[in-house]
């Protein structure tokens, strides 16, 4: 059972940065697409970014591209989101998802295991 865990979410004012990470368990981390997604309240989940299993694959979100980046560690068995220019809108919960496949799907169908979240709200 492949199991996610998020870290890094939290109060950070509107220009501020958050570098999220998850951790995922398993001995085969580099053979998982992973992705990062995000569900502000009343909103449905939506994808913010993700990387194929060697990293050469990367994709974002046109409303985070330019100010997030995606990337990985296979030795330590984590993916990280890093964030800066918050805006107020960027505040959600974020969630880290796993898919064995090579090509990182944008859409929340492609991936079959998720973390619980960590929690980024942007004050004004």
């Known amino acids: 059972q492949v199991q996610l865990a998020e870290s890094g979410g939290g109060l950070v004012q509107a220009g501020g940065s958050l570098r999220l990470s998850c951790v995922v368990s398993?001995?085969?981390?580099?053979?998982?697409?992973m992705g990062w997604f995000r569900q502000a309240p009343g909103k449905e989940r939506e994808f913010v970014a993700a990387i194929s299993g060697s990293g050469g694959s990367i994709y974002y979100a046109e409303s985070v591209k330019d100010r997030c980046t995606i990337s990985r560690d296979n030795a330590k068995n984590t993916v990280y989101l890093q964030m800066n220019s918050l805006k107020p809108e960027d505040t959600a919960v974020y969630s880290c998802?796993?898919?064995?496949?090579?090509?990182?799907?944008?859409?929340?169908?492609?991936?079959?295991?998720w973390g619980q979240g960590t929690q980024v709200t942007v004050s004004s």
């Open positions: 398993g001995r085969t981390f580099s053979r998982y697409a």
């Open positions: 998802a796993a898919a064995l496949a090579v090509a990182p799907s944008q859409v929340k169908e492609g991936y079959r295991y």
